[in-house]
Structure formats: structure tokens, C-alpha cells
């Protein structure tokens, strides 16, 4: 049996970890690992190389792709599958093993469907955003960065009686604003899934000034309907006259060393991948729910919407107020 592996879309901590596993639980099991370089693009461009045990050795703490990963417009076109099922051709690959989110897996779904080629995915994005699994790879370490960051404005918020605002990453889901928020101590969440009401948000910073909170730490959400945090802060100050500072987490949620959790999630789903393949399991992801695995077809993942547990927002504020 011979498998290959790639990374796609967005990087996320906990990848290498993964990939770690899935090349010694192949090897273990006697498959042929191929380590495909740049996500679908090296699948197009048949970059890609026999992998080893020593080959992910030292790589379990290590934050992004040691396979590196792409966007690929060219696996999107139906010249760049063709040119991609050439190569798995090429090489006799039996599957493909593919890490990434939701357009990782529509790309997956349409190859498989289009070319007849196995693949299993993983879930590995920051986001959380993915149907079929409690928590993506990758999820566990964004929060605590951001959080970390979070706690570190607290305290200059607080010492200069402050209002900020703090935009989090997710796409267009509101799993990492949600944690954040609740771990934090946030005065408030805007999260793309419940609406925006700027007035009652103005209102409740005044308040809280009122009451003599000395921090008001507003988390919004990337993806937010109501804008993103400048144009949110923008609002709330027409309304408040009051002065605000703002901080975009952006990247440095993406990278880092991957927390344990992230690290034995992606360990336990990478196995679990491999020895699905035993079980001739293919054309889902695997995941993991109450602790379980199970294997989702692809396009539930993308197209069955996880829910956001909005009772989070009912505690927030209780504890805030
Ligand atoms: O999907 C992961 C993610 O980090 C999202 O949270 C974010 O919206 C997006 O990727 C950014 O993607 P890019 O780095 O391609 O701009």
C-alpha cells in the first residue's frame, strides 16, 4: 500500500504532529508514506517525497507545515486534476491522506468523485468550523494565543481604564471569539452567529464605566455581519464619544508551538486515519466526538453546520455584568 500526505489551506499548530503520525503508523504498518509538498499544488506539480521515520523526527512541538501548504487555483481547474491524478498515477499511490478545513475536503470530495482516487482527511484548521469532530487540530492553540494576548491587554486596559477592541480570526465562525471571550473575561463577544446591536453595546460600555470597571474588553470576531473591529469601534465611539484602542490578532494566533491537546488529538486522528485504511474506510474525515472516533463523508463536513453552544454568550454576560 502506498499513501500520500499533504497539508492544505490555512496552516494550523499541530499539523506536524500529524503528519508525524501518520508516517510512523504507516510505516508501522507496513504502507509507503510520500510526504507531498505545498498542499494540492505539489499533488499538480508532483513535487513531492518518500518519507522515513527519522524524516518527522523532531517535529511534534513545531507550529505550521514542515510540508508547507498552498491555496491552490491550479487543483481547482480541470487540467490541474488531470494533471493531479497523473501523478497519483505515476507513483501508484493507492490514497491520499489530506489535512485542512472545509476547502480541503470540497477539493477532496470533487477529485475522488471526478478521478476515483481514496482519500481520508483530517480535520486541521484554526477555526473549529468543521462538522464531524469536537475540535479541529490547531483549534486548542489558537485560543491560548490569543487568550495569552488577551490577558496581557487586560492589564494595561486596566491600569489606564481603557477600552479595547480585539479581533479574533475563525473565518466565519465565531468558535475562537466564543473561547476567547469566556477565558478571558471579556466585557462582551460579537461572533458572525447572533446579530450585532451597536446601540446596546454602546449602552452597556457606558455602563460598565458607570459601575467603575477600569477594563472594557470587547472580543469581536472576524466574519462579524456588523463590520470588522475598527468599523464596529468606529460605530460604538459615534455613540459614546469615547475613546477606544484596538488590536487585530491576526497571524499570531496561526503559529506556534501546538499545546498537548492539539499535539494528542492530531496523534490519536492521525492513527486512527491509518488504520482506517485497514478497514478500506475512505472518502470521509476522520474525526473525534465524545471522545470517540468517527468518520464523516466529506461533504457532511462542509455542508452540516457545527453549532455554536450560544448559551456561552448567556454566561458571558452574566459574569461581565
Ligand atoms: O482558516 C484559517 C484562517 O486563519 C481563518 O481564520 C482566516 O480567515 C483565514 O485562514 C486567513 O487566510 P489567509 O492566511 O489565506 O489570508
Known amino acids: 500500500m502506498r499513501i500520500g500526505i499533504l497539508t492544505s489551506g490555512g496552516d494550523a499548530p499541530g499539523m506536524n504532529a500529524a503528519i508525524r503520525a501518520l508516517v510512523r503508523c504507516g510505516i508501522h504498518t507496513g504502507y509507503t508514506v510520500y510526504g507531498i509538498r505545498d498542499g494540492y499544488?505539489?499533488?499538480?506539480?508532483?513535487?513531492?517525497?518518500?518519507?522515513?521515520?527519522?524524516?518527522?523526527a523532531n517535529i511534534i512541538q513545531r507550529g505550521g507545515t514542515i510540508l508547507g501548504t498552498s491555496?491552490?487555483?491550479?487543483?481547482?481547474?480541470?487540467?490541474?486534476?488531470?494533471?493531479?491524478?497523473?501523478?497519483?498515477?505515476?507513483?501508484?499511490?493507492?490514497?491520499?491522506i489530506v489535512i485542512g478545513g472545509d476547502g480541503t475536503f470540497r477539493g477532496a470530495q470533487e477529485f475522488s468523485e471526478k478521478y476515483g482516487v481514496k482519500i481520508i482527511g483530517l480535520p486541521g484548521t484554526i477555526d473549529n468550523d468543521i462538522y464531524g469532530t469536537d475540535f479541529t487540530i490547531g483549534f486548542d492553540t489558537a485560543i491560548n494565543s490569543a487568550l495569552d494576548?488577551?490577558?496581557?491587554?487586560?492589564?494595561?486596559?486596566?491600569?489606564?481604564?481603557?477600552?479595547?477592541?480585539?479581533?479574533?480570526?475563525?473565518?466565519?465562525?465565531?468558535?475562537?471569539?466564543?473561547?476567547?471571550?469566556?477565558?478571558?473575561?471579556?466585557?462582551?463577544?460579537?461572533?458572525?452567529?447572533?446579530?450585532?446591536?451597536?446601540?446596546?453595546?454602546?449602552?452597556?460600555?457606558?455602563?460598565?464605566?458607570?459601575?467603575?470597571?477600569?477594563?472594557?474588553?470587547?472580543?469581536?470576531?472576524?466574519?462579524?455581519?456588523?463590520?470588522?473591529?475598527?468599523?464596529?469601534?468606529?460605530?460604538?465611539?459615534?455613540?459614546?464619544?469615547?475613546?477606544?484602542?484596538?488590536?487585530?490578532?491576526?497571524?499570531?494566533?496561526?503559529?506556534?508551538?501546538?499545546t498537548a491537546n492539539d499535539r494528542i488529538l492530531a496523534s490519536k486522528l492521525g492513527c486512527a486515519a491509518i488504520d482506517a485504511i485497514g478497514k478500506n474506510i475512505f472518502g470521509c474525515m476522520v474525526g473525534e466526538v465524545d471522545k470517540k472516533i468517527i468518520y464523516t463523508p466529506f461533504q457532511e463536513t462542509y455542508t452540516k453546520k457545527k453549532k455554536v453552544d450560544l448559551s456561552i454568550v448567556k454566561i458571558i454576560e452574566i459574569l461581565s455584568a
Not at 43 to 51: I, S
Not at 71 to 83: I, L, V
Not at 191 to 215: C, H, M, S, V, W
Not at 233 to 258: D, H
Request: hydrophobic residues 40%; glycine residues 10%.
Open 41 to 56: 499544488q505539489g499533488l499538480v506539480d508532483g513535487d513531492l517525497t518518500e518519507m522515513d521515520r527519522r524524516s518527522v
Open 71 to 96: 491555496r491552490s487555483d491550479d487543483f481547482e481547474t480541470e487540467r490541474g486534476m488531470e494533471q493531479a491524478k497523473k501523478v497519483v498515477n505515476k507513483h501508484t499511490m493507492d490514497l491520499l
Open 149 to 258: 494576548a488577551v490577558d496581557r491587554i487586560r492589564d494595561t486596559a486596566a491600569s489606564l481604564e481603557r477600552l479595547f477592541f480585539i479581533e479574533v480570526m475563525g473565518r466565519c465562525a465565531g468558535y475562537i471569539g466564543l473561547a476567547v471571550g469566556l477565558a478571558g473575561g471579556a466585557e462582551d463577544i460579537l461572533i458572525p452567529e447572533k446579530p450585532t446591536d451597536i446601540e446596546a453595546l454602546a449602552q452597556k460600555i457606558r455602563d460598565n464605566t458607570k459601575k467603575g470597571k477600569r477594563a472594557n474588553i470587547i472580543i469581536v470576531s472576524e466574519g462579524n455581519e456588523a463590520g470588522n473591529a475598527f468599523t464596529i469601534a468606529e460605530k460604538v465611539k459615534a455613540i459614546t464619544k469615547e475613546n477606544y484602542r484596538l488590536t487585530v490578532l491576526s497571524y499570531i494566533q496561526r503559529g506556534g508551538a501546538p
